[in-house]
């Protein structure tokens, strides 16, 4: 078992291939059970890779730094969203003001109700800075989060679960209300779920994910632009340190 873990550790494929490997089977088995909501492949890979990396005793510092080259295709799998908003622009157009309306008020409402559950839940004023931009893709978080004072690591936690929650609770919730505009399931599913949703709009239909990627990133420009001054407002008026 020692030497499974020194090599496991020295060698940097070794995290590559657990990151691919867990989410290709994840995403099979999501796809064989017909897309079920509690079997979302990034929730289940999540603990799969967790499961994983703690066997083989990979210090998760390392692990990340194997994965860096998924984290660089991040860059370009956001760039291709543009794709499908240009084959959608008609629609988006039409939709202007609503998209924009409903992105100030999605966007406030998603940190007003997150830091005013958990501080009434008697969360640290270090968990309600992170939760804050919990709604936001997590490039944007983490540089929210640094801005504001907040724990980057702890941000990038609440950005993930906020994804995965919103992605396996989305069509239920849609078939709940009975709601069938794919252009208003995906204002909802961006606004709230930035890109682990945005994949599960794109799942749903091309428009859905045209509105999921596109309210995703107006979103993140809203709160990027709009909490650290919000928070230096609190700050002066003495209502958070």
């Avoid at 990396?53 to 860096?68: G, R, T, V």
């Avoid at 660089?72 to 908003?85: C, E, R």
């Avoid at 799942?203 to 001054?229: K, N, R």
């Amino acid at each position: 078992m020692i030497d499974l873990h020194t090599w496991a550790v020295q060698n940097p494929t070794v995290s590559l291939i657990i990151t691919i490997l867990s989410y290709y089977l994840c995403l099979n088995l999501y796809k064989r059970f017909n897309h079920t909501a509690l079997l979302q492949p990034v929730m289940i890979s999540i603990v799969l890779i967790i499961s994983l990396i703690s066997f083989l005793e990979i210090p998760y510092a390392q692990y990340f730094d194997h994965n860096k080259i998924i984290h660089f295709l991040l860059g370009p799998a956001t760039v291709a969203l543009a794709i499908p908003l240009y084959k959608n622009k008609q629609r988006i157009r039409q939709l202007a003001i609503p998209l924009f309306s409903a992105v100030i008020i999605g966007g406030s409402m998603a940190i007003f109700f997150a830091v005013s559950i958990a501080w009434c839940l008697n969360a640290t004023n270090d968990v309600l800075l992170s939760l804050a931009p919990k709604s936001v893709t997590t490039p944007i978080a983490l540089s929210i989060a640094e801005s504001i004072n907040a724990i980057p690591s702890l941000t990038a936690a609440f950005v993930l679960i906020t994804g995965v929650v919103g992605a396996v609770v989305a069509e239920p919730l849609f078939r709940l209300i009975n709601e069938q505009d794919d252009g208003i399931k995906g204002m909802a599913i961006g606004i709230s779920a930035h890109g682990v949703g945005t994949a599960k709009a794109l799942e749903i239909s091309p428009q859905c994910g045209a509105f999921s990627a596109l309210s995703m990133g107006l979103t993140g420009a809203y709160t990027a632009l709009v909490l650290p001054y919000a928070m230096e407002f609190l700050r002066a008026m003495a209502l958070v340190p």
